[in-house]
Structure formats: structure tokens, C-alpha cells
């Protein structure tokens, strides 16, 4: 179970209906509301009483392990986060390329699994030179830095946070790529990518819905942190977003969108009980 039984939360959670419970017996007994004869039942109200707090509390806890959606609000912005598939989502989605806006899906260079690459068999599947020819025709120049690869590929490298917008799509370079071609990100070129990620999207999402993945849920490797994990990323992307001057004007919201594989690790009850830290 993601959440223990004797959670801190869990039990804030519990408190308030037992303070519920507690005053409405209180009050009965103390305006003395239940006739002569019915008062010895009052042991076996006492009884009925302690076994549905336990219930009560039972159910909480389950719920709190069972949560696979929540709403949040950072600075009046409403963040979604929930399980899902994320193509799926209204209004813009965004997908992660490594930072040449490499298209070629061989399990080396890019997962068949991963988004990146299930976006790319999905929508150009023997024509991704169709991809290529957008990517360059919409790319910015300040966005590239020109580069010679060791291993063969594509030779611009873009900016990490640059974002090409493709019909629904906003394909940005998060990760980049070492000698041998392995997605690698430090812990400050993540935060740093963003910040700069909510910055450009504040300036094109035009009052849409957006959808994101958790960035570097997939194969990329952070270094130096080796087993950080799912929720912890989703901690990061989230306090982020409140350092961003990202804010989504109402109806609009920004959903996180966690794969069915990768919900069972991540405390949503935690994140929840958390939102006023954010």
C-alpha cells in the first residue's frame, strides 16, 4: 500500500469526522434528548458508534491508496493530475524529443514504448520526413546550435525547452543525448528546462487546455539521481510550475497525465494533502 494505515494525513482526515460524530453525541447527552428507558442502550450506541469511526476510517484509508485523479490549485491556476492515456486529452499535448528533434524509432535512438515514439509511428509512420521537413521549417534560429555527431544523425541541436507546435502538439527537446546516444539530463538542466518549458508555453497555449507527461518518467537518465523516482519528478514539475509565470485563466487547466504502468508508485493522496505547500 502507497499510503500506511496509521498515515498523518489519514488520520487528519479521520479527526474530522470524529469531531463530527463526537459533538452530535455530546450534544444528545448533554440536553439529556434520550427518555429514561432508552438509556440503556446507550452502551450498545457507544458500541455501534466506535465500529463505524473504525469503518470510517478504513474507508479513508483505502480511498487515500485507491486515488487515481486529483485537482489541485497553484496560485488560481487548476492542475489535473491523473491517470490516463495521454493523446487521448482536449487541447494541446505535449510530447518530448531528445534535443536534435531526432525522428528515427529503431530502440535505439528512440523507444518504440516510449511517447516520443508511439507519437511518431502513430502519426508518421513511413513518412517522417514529412516530421523532419516541419521541424525545420518551424524551428526559430536562436533555438539551434549547429553540432557534429560522433554516432551519425542529425546535426542541429536545439535549445532544451524549444517547443514546435504541431496541430495539437507541442513536440519540445527535454533531454540530451551523451556519445552513445543515451537520453542524460543533470538535476539543474531538468529544473532549468521547466522553468523555461511553463514560460513558453504561457506564451502559446492561447487559453487551451494543456497535457503533459511526467518529463523524465521514460529512459532518460538524471545524474547524479539514480533512484529518483515518479513522484518525486511530479514534486519537481509541480514546484516549478508555481516558480513559473505559467497561470492558466479559468476554463483552461493544465493536466499531468501518469501512465496506468506508473500510477501504483505515486502517492496522489500525498501530492493532495500537500497543495497548500505548492
Not at 98 to 118: H, M
Not at 223 to 240: C, R
Request: charged share 25%; net charge positive.
Amino acid at each position: 500500500m502507497k499510503v500506511k494505515f496509521l498515515d498523518k494525513d489519514v488520520r487528519n482526515i479521520f479527526w474530522k469526522y470524529f469531531s463530527i460524530i463526537s459533538g452530535i453525541i455530546s450534544f444528545i447527552l448533554l440536553f439529556n434528548f434520550i427518555p429514561d428507558e432508552y438509556k440503556q442502550c446507550l452502551i450498545y450506541f457507544g458500541y455501534l458508534s466506535f465500529a463505524a469511526l473504525i469503518v470510517i476510517y478504513v474507508i479513508i484509508w483505502l480511498n487515500a491508496n485507491n486515488l487515481k485523479q486529483i485537482n489541485i490549485n497553484i496560485d488560481g491556476s487548476t492542475v489535473n493530475i491523473k491517470r490516463g492515456d495521454l493523446f487521448t486529452e482536449e487541447g494541446l499535448k505535449a510530447i518530448s524529443f531528445n534535443e536534435y528533434f531526432d525522428t528515427i524509432v529503431d530502440d535505439k535512438i528512440i523507444s518504440s514504448r516510449s511517447l516520443n515514439g508511439i507519437f511518431i509511428n502513430r502519426y508518421f509512420k513511413d513518412k517522417v520526413t514529412e516530421l523532419d521537413n516541419f521541424i525545420n521549417a518551424n524551428s526559430e534560429n536562436e533555438d539551434l546550435i549547429q553540432v557534429v555527431r560522433k554516432q551519425g544523425g542529425k546535426t542541429k541541436k536545439f535549445k532544451l525547452s524549444t517547443i514546435i507546435v504541431y496541430n495539437d502538439f507541442l513536440l519540445t527537446a527535454f533531454s540530451r543525448f551523451d556519445e552513445h546516444d543515451r537520453a542524460i539530463l543533470t538535476m539543474p538542466e531538468y529544473i532549468e528546462f521547466l522553468i523555461n518549458f511553463w514560460d513558453r508555453v504561457n506564451r502559446i497555449y492561447a487559453q487551451k487546455n494543456v497535457s503533459v507527461p511526467i518529463f523524465g518518467s521514460g529512459i532518460t537518465r538524471i545524474k547524479e539521481h539514480k533512484n529518483i523516482g515518479d513522484e518525486d519528478l511530479l514534486k519537481i514539475m509541480l514546484w516549478t510550475f508555481r516558480l513559473s509565470e505559467m497561470k492558466f485563466k479559468y476554463p483552461a487547466k493544465l493536466t499531468i497525465v501518469i501512465h496506468e504502468e506508473k500510477i501504483g508508485q505515486i502517492n496522489l493522496f500525498n501530492i493532495k494533502s500537500i497543495e497548500q505547500g505548492f
